[in-house]
């Protein structure tokens, strides 16, 4: 059993910045690719960003160019930097782990979750 533990949510007005941290225990996270999703209220949880085990990424539409994704494999952390938030990106980020090293844009593909943390962009 994998746990991860998500970080770093809060309330950031329009255009602002948040850092997300995702911290996932265990000898073996530099083998596996990680992505972010997120749920808005009402809505399906939608991908955001993937990360290879290495440093292949793929981020969505929606977020590319505002958002980036990164490991530290010796912290096993994914961070997911984003930048010029916007009113619609509010959502709980929940950070998860794929079954695999390669990336991954279907939920399906990820077994392990964290819990999610908030993140509110007002307008």
């Known amino acids: 059993q994998v746990q991860l533990v998500e970080s770093g949510g809060g309330l950031v007005q329009a255009g602002g910045s948040l850092r997300l941290s995702c911290a996932a225990p265990g000898r073996t996270f530099s083998n596996y690719a990680m992505g972010w999703f997120r749920q808005a209220p009402g809505k399906e949880r939608e991908f955001v960003a993937t990360?290879?085990?290495?440093?292949?990424?793929y981020e969505a539409d929606s977020v590319k160019g505002r958002f980036t994704i990164s490991r530290d494999d010796a912290k096993n952390t994914v961070y997911l930097q984003m930048s010029n938030l916007k009113p619609e990106d509010t959502a709980v980020y929940y950070c998860?782990?794929?079954?695999?090293?390669?990336?991954?844009?279907?939920?399906?593909?990820?077994?392990?979750w964290g819990q999610g943390t908030q993140v509110t962009v007002s307008s």
């Open positions: 990360i290879s085990a290495g440093t292949y990424t």
């Open positions: 998860a782990q794929a079954r695999s090293r390669v990336l991954k844009v279907d939920r399906a593909e990820y077994n392990y």
